[in-house]
């Protein structure tokens, strides 16, 4: 999933405590930093609770190599690594830069949607403040979009840029094989125990196909 800085620093926020009970339910999540530093923040709150979790970046065991214009073919064999002994994965938004010394910066939303295909996650996340979706014409929150019209709206400039960002990216996640792509407010309380552990969804959903209750 790829989080944001509001929905682990704001006020009453559950997100640690979720990671714990997604842990103890065998979800084995693999998380995302909005930016190199906030990995390692984010890594050092995970861990004042329990220490499980594990601040990656991009060049660690090639994981993220840099290719033109993007990510090249995600290394997942640290992942499957730290995952299948129990630890949290956060991934700093970084490639490794092979003919240049240093990392080379990418978009939070771009590594989440390399990562979750690569590692088959049956589900990616995305936390934006908006919670989800809406219709740029009626302002009201769509629940599910198949990933054309997904990028459809990605390219809609009554969208705001960041949340068009996260749009295409949970498309292209959807393309790529993840089963589903969610859209929601990291802020609300125990939001990604209602995603992930009950069938009840939150947000906006990205999945293959629409279906139409009867």
């Known amino acids: 999933m790829r989080v944001d800085d509001a929905s682990v620093r704001a006020e009453g926020s559950t997100f640690v405590e979720d990671l714990?009970?997604?842990?103890?339910?065998?979800?084995?999540?693999?998380?995302?930093?909005?930016?190199p530093g906030a990995a390692r923040e984010l890594v050092r709150t995970i861990n004042r609770s329990a220490n499980v979790a594990v601040a990656l970046s991009g060049s660690d065991a090639a994981m993220l190599p840099q290719a033109p214009g993007g990510i090249g073919r995600v290394q997942t064999g640290i992942l499957s690594t730290l995952l299948d002994a129990g630890y949290i994965p956060v991934i700093e938004p970084t490639a490794f830069a092979v003919f240049s010394r240093g990392d080379a910066l990418l978009?939070?939303?771009?590594?989440?949607?390399?990562?979750?295909?690569?590692?088959?996650?049956?589900?990616?996340?995305?936390?934006?403040?908006?919670?989800g979706v809406a219709d740029p014409q009626t302002e009201i929150l769509i629940a599910e979009l198949t990933p054309t019209e997904a990028l459809a709206l990605?390219?809609?400039?009554?969208?705001a840029q960041d949340l068009r960002a996260a749009i295409r990216a949970a498309a292209l996640g959807v393309r790529?094989?993840?089963?589903a792509a969610q859209i929601i407010d990291g802020r609300?309380?125990?939001?990604?125990?209602?995603?992930?552990?009950?069938?009840?969804?939150?947000?906006?959903?990205?999945?293959?196909?629409?279906?139409f209750a009867a």
């Open 20 to 35: 714990q009970v997604l842990t103890e339910a065998q979800v084995r999540p693999v998380l995302v930093a909005p930016e």
């Open 107 to 131: 978009a939070a939303d771009d590594v989440a949607a390399a990562v979750a295909p690569a590692i088959e996650a049956i589900r990616a996340i995305f936390f934006h403040a908006a919670g």
């Open 154 to 159: 990605a390219g809609d400039e009554r969208v």
């Open 176 to 179: 790529g094989g993840v089963p």
């Open 188 to 211: 609300v309380p125990h939001a990604t125990i209602v995603e992930l552990l009950t069938a009840q969804h939150v947000g906006t959903q990205v999945t293959g196909a629409i279906t």
